[in-house]
């Protein structure tokens, strides 16, 4: 009873405070039939804050995205169901779920009788605009008795997870000689020579199983040896992300740290679905996501759950300390890079070994669409100078094209490398 008093809405708490003041008003005055009203003001409120007690009505709710994982520009769907149990009649209950503004308005629902024999299902649309790990919820009801007297709330169901992942763009094409690293075929090596089959073989260890012993190695080297069974070899291509807050401009989905993302999305899905292993780290070369060339759809899920839940970093530099390709190819998206962070990329790449980059024009998502910065010329510059295959990307730049024009350079940088041997 306490807390159904606890309740009462503005309109309940008014016309408990007139029957009080009316009642007073009546002893004052010895007017019998104003106390009557009096009475049946005050009581109107206590009575519907006791019905409400005594309703006892309880509220269930479950939650379902449909699906749990979706692109940027893509639209899911939120299906409530929505449940009571009580021994008497419920009143009107008004539904808000908790919906962040990156995935659209925040839906409100009014049920005015809600059955107790059965479910009541409602849906609503979710548009999201960016990138995330977004969380919808919480589901809050509030109920309120036919008079609008009275009205309390409750929390139903907490938070659910949406993954937003980054658009994916259908790319085309592959640099030639791509997956290999020093600009030989990528394609899978399963032997070597006049039909032998390239084996290879290492000491015997305790347990080994007798039937991998390679004869022939072990008379010609007098200690037994055994094959190792390996999988035939793949090229592979690391995917560099510069993902530094300072290297990147603009905000929300046009920024350009999100045009970065969803280009190294597509290329790492294109590559891997080609047969190729994709190793994807970021400006210091730690690794974000790593997926062979043979897997099944849930490795290009491996890629976008890292994607989705990238935040910009904080370091100003870029700073490796090592080859972040580890000798194979490299495809680098970066932004705003200075001379000391070209010298850090280019320091641990032999020359020999592909790399190429599309190099963000970020100020051009700072506002200045038609003049392109001469720090990003610079930067190009350099980065050809060390042997690296560039293209700058502008907002404007369509990322089909952008790859297009990559695969050239990294076709053409492979010729020369040829031609100079």
Known sequence: MLRALSGLTTRGRCLLAAGIAAAVCSLVLNERDLLRVAIFV?????????????????LGAARALR??????GASSEVHLELWRSGRLPGGEVLLEDG??????????????????????????????????????????????????????????????????????????????????????????????????????VRHYRTGDDMRKVHWRSTARRDEIMVRVEERPWRGGTTVLLDHRAAAHHGTGPAASLEWAVSFAASVSLHLRRSGHRVRLVNEHGLTLADAPGDGGEGYDNVVLDALAALQPAHQRDITLGHDPAEGQELIAVLGTVSAESVHELSRYRRRGVRSLAVLLDTPAWAGTPDQRAAATEDSAELLRAAGWGVVIASPQSSMPQVWSDLCRTGSNRGALIGGAR
């Open 67 to 72: 699906p749990e994982r979706v692109a940027v």
């Open 99 to 200: 919906v962040p503004y990156a995935l659209g308005s925040r839906p409100r629902f009014v049920v005015e009788r809600l059955p107790h024999d059965r479910r009541v299902l409602l849906r609503y649309p979710l548009q999201p605009v960016m990138r995330g790990i977004q969380q919808v919820g919480p589901l809050r009801a509030t109920i309120t008795d036919p008079f609008g007297l009275c009205e309390f709330e409750r929390e139903l169901i907490g938070h659910s997870r949406l993954v937003v992942v980054p658009r994916v763009v259908a790319l085309w094409g592959l640099p030639g000689g791509s997956g290999a690293g020093a600009g030989d075929d990528g394609t899978v090596r399963l032997h070597a020579g006049q039909g032998e089959p390239d084996v290879i």
């Open 42 to 58: 005050v009581a109107l409120p206590l009575l519907v804050a006791a019905f409400i007690s005594a309703t006892r009505l309880r």
